[in-house]
């Protein structure tokens, strides 16, 4: 996915194939949001936008992706 295609799809919301989450710290529920799109027709989860839309970005420490994917 490119930037423009993934700009695209924030645009339209969150809805059946999208969700939005703040930071990679509130990770069990982008976990459930993952597994529930795994076991779908697929979807995306973006990080860094609030459930309105908004653009925040995240902080990645040394560990946060490892720690993410050892959850």
Same mark, same amino acid.
């Given at each position: ?26 990770? *069990? +529920? ?12 697929g ?8 459930? *309105? ?8 420490? *040394?560990?946060?992706? +490892? *720690?993410?994917?050892?959850?």
């Amino acid at each position: 996915m490119d930037t423009e295609e993934a700009k695209a799809i924030t645009r339209r919301g969150e809805g059946q194939h999208t969700e939005f989450k703040k930071s990679l710290s509130a990770d *069990n +529920e982008a976990i459930k949001s993952l597994c529930a799109f795994a076991n779908a027709d697929g979807g995306t989860v973006f990080f860094g936008i609030t459930n *309105n839309g908004e653009y925040l970005g995240i902080s990645l420490g *040394n560990n946060t992706l +490892e *720690n993410f994917a050892n959850n």
